[in-house]
C-alpha cells in the first residue's frame, strides 16, 4: 500500500512536471519591440510545412499581433524559405488579408521575392494596446501538373514594424 502512494506521488509529479513543459514548449508567443507575436504554432516550428499537398489544397495560419507600445506602429511582413522542391513556390498561391480584406496576393515566389532583404509586404497600422489577426493562406493551383508530386515547401515569416532588417 505504502509503495502504491510513493507510486502515485511521483506519477503525479511527472504529469505536472511533463504538463508544464509541454506549457512551455506550446509557448507560442514571441516579443518583437513593442509587438507581441502569437504564431499559433509551436516555438520552433516553421509556420509553414506544405507537403504532400494535392492541387486545390489549401492551408493557413492566423497570427496575432498586438502592439504593447504607446506609440501606434506600422507593421511589415517578410517571407524566410527554409527549404523547397525545384519550383514548387511558383505553383502555390498565397495571400496575406485582415479582417476580410486582402493586403496581398500572389504566388509565394512573388511573395519571397517582393521580400527579400531588405524588402518587406507592409500590413497595416496597429494602434497601442490593439491586435489584428492576420491569415497567411497557401493554395496549391489546381492546374498544377504531376511534375510537383510528392513537391513540398517550408518556410517562416518575420513580422515586424515596417523598417525590418
Do not use: C
Not at 512536471?17 to 516555438?43: H, M, R, Y
Not at 506600422?74 to 523547397?84: K, P
Amino acid at each position: 500500500m505504502k509503495k502504491r502512494i510513493i507510486v502515485s506521488i511521483v506519477a503525479l509529479g511527472i504529469a505536472i512536471v511533463g504538463f508544464f513543459l509541454w506549457k512551455q514548449e506550446k509557448g507560442e508567443v514571441l516579443a518583437v519591440g513593442d509587438l507581441t507575436i502569437n504564431w499559433g504554432v509551436p516555438s520552433g516550428d516553421p509556420i509553414f510545412v506544405v507537403t504532400n499537398a494535392l492541387p486545390g489544397d489549401t492551408e493557413s495560419r492566423q497570427v496575432i499581433v498586438t502592439n504593447d507600445g504607446s506609440v501606434p506602429r506600422d507593421i511589415a511582413v517578410r517571407g524566410d524559405l527554409l527549404s523547397e522542391s525545384p519550383f514548387f513556390s511558383t505553383i502555390l498561391d498565397f495571400k496575406i488579408s485582415e479582417n476580410g480584406t486582402d493586403l496581398y496576393t500572389g504566388t509565394l515566389a512573388d511573395f519571397f521575392a517582393a521580400t527579400a532583404t531588405p524588402s518587406s509586404v507592409p500590413l497595416n497600422t496597429i494602434n497601442p494596446s490593439d491586435s489584428k489577426t492576420y491569415t497567411f493562406e497557401v493554395h496549391f493551383q489546381e492546374s498544377a501538373g504531376n511534375e510537383f508530386q510528392n513537391a513540398f515547401v517550408i518556410f517562416n515569416l518575420l513580422i515586424g514594424i515596417e523598417s525590418i532588417q
